[in-house]
């Protein structure tokens, strides 16, 4: 798609930082464009009309104009219908934004996983109780590495046979769930079970979500290949506190 000139496009901000002294780069996730960064010329003045509308987490619309990798942004605008997060949704939502900023390519279009981050962060902002945040999190994350490619095989393992429910399974990087005995059962084998019940996006079970979680959580360090997520030690440290 010509992105010398954009006009109402659908986004989210992921991310700023100063650029010279008054303006800022804006990493974005567009509906069409995918993440791209754009340079908000005189945003950080005080009187400046679009410095309160580059927040996080609430649906824009934006214009840009440039041919050179980071476009002028031209307009923002607006669009509403987005909750505020807070607490422990807010930490959840940095911790969607990293992982989108890291892993997904410059300027690759991902409209149905704009979708799903727009449904997230509604849902996120409508929950009260941690297990659902969760719930949507270990979702997001599978629905996330298929969209990169690297989608999980959670009915099958990496023989093609059936998962087996009362089965004990490693799951392997570029191999999938390897069956292994229940006397071998080590830190990172996890049920049968819990490879269906993520596979069928029902994570109520309290030690299929754990399993969830630590299987995505050694995963995504794999892909991220070393970076460190800001969000995981704050929200960590607030815990502790």
């Not at 095989?153 to 998962?163: K, N, S, T, V």
């Amino acid at each position: 798609m010509q992105r010398g000139k954009v006009d109402g496009q659908p986004a989210y901000v992921l991310h700023s930082y100063p650029f010279r002294e008054t303006s800022l780069i804006v990493e974005v996730f567009a509906r069409d464009f995918g993440r791209i960064a754009l340079l908000a010329r005189g945003a950080r003045r005080p009187r400046a009309a679009i410095r309160g509308l580059l927040l996080a987490f609430q649906p824009l619309e934006l214009g840009w104009a440039g041919k050179g990798e980071v476009p002028n942004l031209m307009k923002a605008e607006w669009v509403g219908g987005q909750p505020l997060l807070a607490g422990e949704a807010l930490f959840c939502g940095y911790y969607l934004n990293e992982l989108l900023l890291h892993l997904l390519p410059r300027e690759d279009a991902h409209a149905v996983l704009f979708a799903r981050y727009a449904t997230i962060l509604q849902r996120l902002a409508g929950h009260t109780e941690r297990t659902a945040r969760e719930i949507d999190l270990r979702c997001f994350e599978k629905y996330l590495l298929q969209e990169l490619g690297y989608g999980l095989l959670l009915e099958q393992d990496a023989d093609g046979a059936p998962i087996l429910t009362e089965a004990f399974y490693s799951y392997r990087m570029e191999q999938g769930a390897v069956r292994v005995p229940h006397a071998a059962a080590e830190e990172g084998t996890l049920r049968g079970k819990t490879l269906l019940d993520l596979a069928g996006e029902d994570l109520s079970d309290p030690l299929s979500r754990s399993e969830a979680k630590q299987m995505m959580r050694r995963l995504f360090n794999h892909y991220l290949a070393g970076k460190e997520l800001v969000s995981r030690h704050v929200f960590a440290d607030l815990q502790r506190f």
